[in-house]
């Protein structure tokens, strides 16, 4: 098993600002997965983060809005660049696990007014 | 691309019954992991079961089991003698299959309530 801690756990945020989501890993993984929640919605993949490379962006996602950072096998940041109120959602910091399963950190709850 | 249906936006049970929550999915690999995870108010993701497409046999963990059909694309799963503790939101999810460890398409989400 992962064990998965994201900060900041919720944060409420000015239209227009960034905020930055870290995420750690209490085990070294080659690739971890950002997905995104959207109130009442189900979970949508934002990108894979490489060590040592780009991240990956799915479809509908782009580098200037949702940078990534993937700096050792352990620890990554996304960040929700130019806040609108359409970015409040569940931010989920996962890896995939040994054992054929994807382990999910508690999300980060992000409010934009 | 994938696609995974669930057509129950909610769903109750009396507790110690039996529920079963539907799913259905899409896709043109032949290899590929199944799943069903759970969110409770929490939010935390947990995983309730998992299926390899290549095995025919269903999945079982404690209460909770699968039935899986793969020509159907079907993947519903069975939780007996529900508990007060199993009211959360279950989403059913696919994976990309080859190498594509991680990249998870989900339903649209189940929500289940047990009621004492």
């Known amino acids: 098993s992962a064990v998965i801690s994201q900060k900041p756990s919720r944060d409420i945020c000015q239209r227009g600002t960034s905020l930055t989501i870290q995420c750690q890993v209490d085990s070294q993984v080659t690739m971890m997965f950002w997905y995104r929640q959207q109130p009442g919605q189900s979970l949508t993949l934002i990108a894979t983060a490489n060590q040592g490379s780009e991240a990956t962006y799915e479809s509908g996602f782009v580098i200037d809005k949702f940078p990534i950072s993937r700096p050792n096998l352990t620890f990554s940041t996304l960040t929700v660049s130019n806040m609108s109120p359409e970015d409040s959602s569940i931010y989920l910091c996962?890896?995939?696990?040994?054992?054929?399963?994807?382990?999910f950190g508690e999300g980060s709850r992000l409010t934009v007014l | 691309a994938q696609t995974v249906t669930q057509s129950q936006p909610e769903m109750s049970v009396q507790e110690a019954e039996t529920v079963t929550l539907s799913c259905t999915y899409d896709?043109?690999?032949?290899?590929?992991?199944l799943f069903w995870y759970k969110q409770p108010p929490s939010r935390q993701m947990i995983l309730v079961i998992r299926?390899?497409?290549?095995?025919?046999q269903n999945a079982t963990e404690n209460r909770f089991s699968v039935n899986f059909q793969k020509a159907a694309k079907s993947f519903s799963l069975k939780i007996s003698d529900s508990q007060l503790g199993d009211t959360a939101m279950y989403f059913c999810a696919s994976d990309a299959g080859g190498t594509s460890y991680g990249k998870l398409t989900f339903g649209q989400g189940t929500i289940l309530t047990v009621h004492p």
């Open positions: 896709t043109s690999e032949n290899n590929y992991y």
């Open positions: 299926q390899e497409a290549y095995k025919q």
């Open positions: 996962s890896v995939w696990g040994s054992t054929g399963e994807l382990f």
